[in-house]
Every structure is written in C-alpha cells, then in structure tokens.
C-alpha cells in the first residue's frame, strides 16, 4: 500500500499547495472505523473544502441530495420528492442558459452508484481512495499536468468546466483531468480565484509523484535558462 503521509508531503511540497491534496473513495460498502459525516450540505463538492481542512469522514448517499447535479455525477439516484427539486433547478439552469438540455447526457457520471464516498487529507486518508483531488494555482496545475503526462496519466480530455464535480468520474474513465471549477462550486468551497482543480485516478498517483520530481527539477533548470536567456537578448 501506498505510503499517503509521504505522497502528501511531497506533493504539497513540490507544488507549494496551500491545501492538502484530498483523496476521494468511491466504495461499495460503508468503511468500518470512519466517521459518518452529521448535518447538511449544500453539495457534494463542499466536502471537499472540508477534507482539505482537515476532516477525515464517510458519506452515503443522501448527504448528496442538496446539489442534484452532483448527484447525477455521482451516479446517486434522487427519491422521487427531491427529483422535483432537482427539477426545479435544471430547469433555472436551463432559462438562464446556463446549460442547454442537450448536454445533461454528455455529463460524466460514476459506472455505479457508490454505497460510501470517504473523503480526507490525502495523508490521513482511511482507505484506498479513488481519486486525488488537487487545489492549486495555475502555475502548479501547470507542473501536475507535465507529471501526469509523463507518467502516462495524461486524460484525453480537455481543461473540463462546469459541473466541476464531473472531474471525479472523468479522472477515473479518462485518466488526469484539469478542471476550472464552476460558480457553483466556488461559491460552496472558497476557493481562490486564480485556483483550480486537478483530479488524477488513485491508481497513478505513484507514477505521478515519481515524475512530478523529475519535472519540477527540469522546471528550475528551463526556468533559469529561460531568465538567462532573456537577460541576454534584452540587454542587446
């Protein structure tokens, strides 16, 4: 098993993170040992913030039901009473021109619906997760990026948008995606408006660790060059 303190530690080293990486577990049964999570939330994406401060906890479907696109995404089939909700929305969406209706089926979803989603800091992480969830600035998400596609994790798939929560299942049919997040989201997490997010499947988290040292030294090395370099042509 992968050593998640470390892979953490190096991450949020090399990237200069400001928030732990958070792993994000898709599991078919509830994990024995974690805290069920208590109250509300206004989406699935807002456990994210509360894993990257630090929580350590376990979901199970209807603590999703508040955002009905995420729970599209997450594959968690809504109870008749809040498919009216979700109803609801959608349509707002839809009159805003937010979204048109055409592209609901072109959203990534989860293959099955998950029993338990665990979320934590990567390091503390309870189980084997199923995605690292990455917030970082564009320079960082630049670095990942190169990481991912030297490990051979580089998804087919371009910078993803709104719904942000779709980056989860994207990551894991498609390889690493980036994403720009949606106003939804950024409204429920906080996040920085120069940040964004990067999703890489669990499975190549180590292949992306051990490449992200080599990109981030040849990074110093360009960078110097590159200083040096235009030193040299703006001084003629």
Not at 166 to 186: D, E, F, Q, Y
Request: neutral net charge; charged residues 15%.
């Amino acid at each position: 098993m992968p050593n998640w303190e470390a892979l953490e530690k190096g991450f949020t080293s090399r990237l200069q993170l400001k928030r732990p990486p958070v792993a994000v577990a898709f599991l078919d049964s509830p994990p024995a040992g974690v805290e069920p999570f208590k109250g509300s939330a206004p989406a699935g994406c807002s456990f994210w913030k509360l894993a990257a401060d630090g929580r350590v906890f376990s979901t199970v479907a209807a603590d999703h039901y508040n955002c009905p696109i995420g729970s599209h995404t997450h594959n968690l089939p809504l109870p008749a009473d809040r498919a009216k909700d979700a109803e609801k929305v959608m349509g707002m969406m839809f009159e805003l021109g937010y979204i048109r209706p055409e592209e609901v089926g072109g959203i990534p979803k989860l293959g099955k619906t998950p029993a338990s989603i665990v979320y934590a800091p990567l390091g503390r992480t309870p189980v084997t997760p199923s995605v690292v969830l990455f917030i970082c600035p564009a320079s960082s998400a630049m670095l990942l990026n190169e990481a991912a596609t030297r490990a051979g994790s580089g998804g087919s798939l371009p910078v993803l948008g709104r719904p942000t929560c779709m980056a989860l299942p994207a990551a894991l049919a498609k390889g690493t995606v980036a994403s720009l997040g949606c106003i939804g989201n950024r409204v429920y997490t906080g996040i920085g408006e120069s940040e964004m997010y990067f999703a890489v499947p669990a499975a190549d988290i180590e292949r992306v660790a051990e490449a992200l040292g080599v990109i981030a030294e040849a990074n110093t090395a360009l960078a110097e060059y590159a200083r040096g370099k235009l030193v040299q042509l703006t001084a003629n």
